[in-house]
């Protein structure tokens, strides 16, 4: 939230903020970052993962060129150099010792991330939005390293909305097409509008005849270069999507029916669906739409997320009754964009109200660094030449000077209007142009009004976390302590988690908590004859030994009573996860004949694995069988998955 309230209180935290993790690309995730980087106090170091890093970036992007006057394009460049990708799984430790945080797949969108912090050998998983069920191009909640976490903090905002099913959607959209109304649907540019497009290409790839007469479209400043990002990141995809590529060369991403579109005229006439930017419908491309669509009854008016600001608004209005917005915009000045080719007359006047884009410019202008803002110091030095080049081939000036003539001739003679026309549709030529727009702009209001009359419906389809999700993301990961973000109307999910699934530590997130109390874990100073004789061994990045002791608390003070007599050596443990499916599968590799019965892995009627009880986090199997050379390969293959400490 970039509203002035949050980024006073944000400001006050700055100097003592020293990471910062974006779990989603999405505007309410990334919407304060411009501000909070300009600021002198920031020097928090920020993580995400590559994909939310570029599709984050695009919702910047389409935010600028939406005619937001609060945001600068310099602010929005200076604050993503800043950010550092990591994959996932992919572990940084941080300089105080002992803490350790890594991105795990959410599994609502391309790159989207719960963070596994750990602290102290104890494990604290921030997954304000996941979604646990596989959708058509993304895998879900990676449960598998997340389990039994200290704390879990995950938002509730929408703990008692049930989500619809997709079907249903795309039955009610196809139903106004067949009645000759159109569907307008306001989206993020990102995020899971990413899975809707591929859902509703599927359908119109599946009913060719009943709909490939209408257009579908989606509508954005940044629309295309959104789409081909996404299709560049087939690494972060579902293994399913993997396989499809491998095999067909299928990229979900590359759209048949489905086009993108930056300009409001270039739309195809007559009933379709339109996916516009932005969500909230207060600017931009889908309030335009919605002004121009709300007036006919046949057309519907359908969100997808949850409403926010203008959206509100439009829900709550009965038919019949004429709503009203009044904005602030931006009036541009007469600005037109000129294209002077080298063999004009120098002498062309150019006026403050009319500027003219040099040829050299458009080649110039659009590289990788046009939009780099970093200021390096300069300074006069000897440009040292090679002699050969990189193949070892001499390097002769004449020769040299005579290719780069006829280079630039040929570079020359292929800018055409066409190549023009074709700059104009990047991101890079639309943001050069918006920032010489504004030196021009000023704000003027504006009011917008119409009668509504048109079906306008509200259905959760936003892969966030709804009732269902959130309950089973409890079920599976069992946290002993849980923290709620936003806790409106949560009373039910609290109770839920109490007498369901006995999660008695679950409480709303306040402005200051503790995660994990202080005396949860304790250091222990032992002497260095006991500390030589203990036996360390690596795990996950740490060094771990088990001693015997006791302890007591006196006066509100710890007091250790190490026991270091033979007799009191432990026994030891087995440290790792023993799955009895995956062993199952190692068994059977391996020529075993293995079976479950009455959750019991029985292996060749001879051998029999069970999970026993868990006793103080500490898991418990048993082995039973004859004696037998099988028994004891099975119990050498057991042992062998295991860390013995």
């Not at 003592?16 to 909070?36: E, M």
């Not at 917005?325 to 931006?330: C, F, N, W």
Request: charged share 25%; proline share 5%; net charge negative.
């Amino acid at each position: 939230n970039k509203d002035t309230e949050s980024l006073e209180t944000y400001y006050e935290l700055l100097p003592s903020i020293r990471y910062i993790l974006i779990s989603h690309p999405t505007l309410d995730y990334v919407g304060a970052l411009p501000f909070l980087a300009k600021h002198p106090s920031f020097r928090a170091q920020v993580y995400t993962t590559y994909p939310v890093h570029r599709m984050s970036q695009m919702v910047m992007y389409e935010l600028f060129l939406s005619s937001c006057e609060e945001l600068a394009l310099e602010d929005i460049n200076h604050a993503w150099e800043r950010i550092q990708t990591l994959k996932f799984s992919q572990k940084v430790h941080m300089k105080e010792k002992g803490i350790v945080f890594a991105p795990h797949r959410a599994g609502n969108n391309l790159g989207g991330a719960v963070w596994k912090i750990t602290n102290n050998m104890q494990d604290i998983l921030y997954a304000p939005c996941v979604n646990p069920h596989p959708s058509n191009h993304i895998q879900g909640l990676d449960f598998s390293s997340l389990e039994n976490p200290s704390v879990l903090i995950m938002d509730s905002l929408h703990a008692n909305e049930t989500q619809t099913l997709p079907g249903e959607v795309l039955e009610r959209i196809t139903q106004t097409l067949h009645k000759g109304g159109s569907v307008l649907i306001p989206v993020e540019v990102v995020g899971t509008t990413l899975e809707l497009l591929y859902m509703l290409e599927l359908l119109w790839e599946n009913n060719t005849e009943e709909l490939g007469g209408f257009p579908l479209a989606f509508i954005g400043h940044v629309a295309n270069s959104t789409i081909e990002f996404a299709r560049s990141f087939l690494e972060w995809m579902s293994e399913e999507a993997l396989a499809r590529f491998e095999g067909a060369r299928d990229n979900p991403f590359i759209f048949k029916y489905l086009t993108a579109y930056q300009d409001l005229e270039d739309l195809p006439p007559g009933p379709g669906v339109y996916l516009a930017t932005p969500i909230n419908v207060e600017k931009g491309f889908s309030q335009k739409l919605f002004f121009q669509m709300v007036s006919n009854p046949l057309n519907l008016i359908l969100f997808l997320s949850p409403p926010k600001g203008f959206s509100q608004t439009i829900l709550s209005t009965s038919k019949d009754q004429t709503i009203q917005l009044e904005v602030q915009e931006l009036q541009y000045g007469n600005y037109e964009f000129h294209y002077r080719s080298p063999s004009e007359e120098q002498s062309t006047e150019i006026s403050d109200t009319n500027p003219i884009i040099e040829e050299n410019e458009v080649q110039e202008s659009f590289g990788p660094r046009l939009f780099e803002t970093k200021q390096y110091p300069r300074f006069s030095v000897g440009e040292w030449k090679h002699d050969c080049d990189e193949y070892g081939e001499s390097m002769v000036d004449e020769e040299m000077e005579f290719w780069q003539e006829e280079h630039t001739e040929a570079t020359n003679t292929t800018i055409t209007a066409t190549t023009i026309k074709n700059y104009t549709q990047t991101v890079s030529f639309r943001l050069l142009e918006e920032v010489r727009r504004r030196r021009h702009a000023f704000k003027a209001p504006k009011s917008y009004s119409e009668v509504v009359r048109a079906s306008c419906e509200y259905s959760l389809l936003d892969y966030r976390a709804s009732s269902i999700s959130i309950r089973l993301t409890l079920a599976r990961l069992r946290p002993k302590k849980v923290l709620l973000i936003n806790p409106k109307n949560s009373m039910s999910l609290i109770n839920y988690a109490k007498n369901s699934l006995y999660l008695n530590d679950i409480q709303e997130m306040k402005e200051k908590c503790l995660l994990i109390p202080q005396m949860s874990v304790e250091p222990i100073k032992i002497a260095e004859e006991a500390y030589n004789d203990l036996k360390f061994l690596p795990v996950d990045g740490y060094e771990v030994a088990k001693i015997k002791g006791s302890v007591s608390l006196e006066e509100q003070q710890f007091t250790y009573k190490l026991d270091t007599s033979q007799e009191a050596r432990p026994k030891g443990l087995f440290l790792g996860n023993l799955a009895l499916g995956t062993l199952r599968d190692e068994l059977k590799e391996k020529g075993f004949k293995v079976e479950f019965r009455e959750g019991r892995l029985v292996i060749n009627e001879k051998v029999e694995v069970s999970k026993g009880r868990k006793v103080n986090g500490v898991q418990e199997y048993t082995i039973e069988g004859v004696a037998s050379q099988d028994f004891f390969e099975i119990r050498h293959l057991i042992y062998s998955t295991q860390l013995f400490v």
